[in-house]
């Protein structure tokens, strides 16, 4: 069983479109992450959930919005597609937002706005 | 900004030891060391983690100096599977307890 899946692996639309990706983890963990991963490789955090409440909400255009419908599920939800959104975006959980605890991370979802 | 630095790229033989070597000057005494992997189109994975002493597991030991300002990852068997992309990270209440990833050492096993 894959603990960390999201959906869809590839995304490919067209620019001022609105699209989703999905993630679900079965790790019964209670802390998941949206990450970004731009076209130089550096990861960025862009929201967190702990027990479906958001934790963290870096700068990210609110054109960006997170759905958490159960602690095992965060959703991301993108508006207006721009140019610039294109990339690699990931999804993770932890048992805690502490720094102790490590983070496990979905396969990635490639995300190509044209 | 990431608060370690690796470099960029590295080449090891198969069987032999790897050992990527992690600046991490300004580290506080709160935050931990972490090591992540990224193979080739697919989600980081978690190697190992420490705050103070040495730490080995089933993947990789870590060593970290004395005064905390450097780190050593240590894959002891390397295959051609761990040739991958290695990010090494402070995470702490100074960082808000976010991982801020940095670019990386890309590591090359060769046959």
């Known amino acids: 069983d894959t603990a960390v899946s999201q959906t869809p692996k590839y995304l490919v639309t067209q620019m001022g479109n609105d699209k989703s990706i999905k993630c679900e983890q079965n790790?019964?963990?209670?802390?998941m992450y949206w990450y970004k991963q731009d076209s130089k490789k550096f990861l960025k955090i862009m929201f967190s959930y702990n027990n479906k409440e958001l934790i963290i909400n870096e700068t990210v255009p609110n054109r960006f919005s997170p759905k958490s419908p159960d602690k095992a599920h965060l959703n991301l939800h993108i508006n207006s597609l721009e140019l610039g959104d294109s990339a690699v975006y990931f999804c993770?959980?932890?048992?805690?937002?502490?720094?102790?605890?490590?983070?496990?991370f979905g396969s990635g979802t490639q995300l190509s706005v044209l | 900004d990431a608060k370690t630095t690796q470099p960029p790229s590295m080449d090891c033989a198969e069987g032999r030891a790897a050992n990527l070597p992690c600046n991490h000057s300004?580290?506080?005494?709160?935050?931990?060391v972490y090591w992540y992997r990224q193979i080739h189109s697919q989600g980081p994975q978690y190697i190992i983690h420490g705050l103070k002493n040495n730490e080995t597991n089933e993947m990789a030991s870590l060593i970290i100096t004395e005064d905390r300002k450097s780190s050593t990852l240590i894959l002891p068997h390397a295959t051609l599977r761990d040739t991958a992309v290695y990010y090494c990270i402070v995470r702490g209440a100074d960082s808000n307890y976010q991982l801020i990833w940095g670019a990386g050492t890309k590591l090359i096993i060769k046959p």
């Open positions: 300004t580290i506080s005494g709160n935050e931990y």
């Open positions: 790790l019964g963990h209670d802390t």
């Open positions: 993770a959980s932890s048992q805690d937002p502490i720094p102790g605890e490590k983070l496990f």
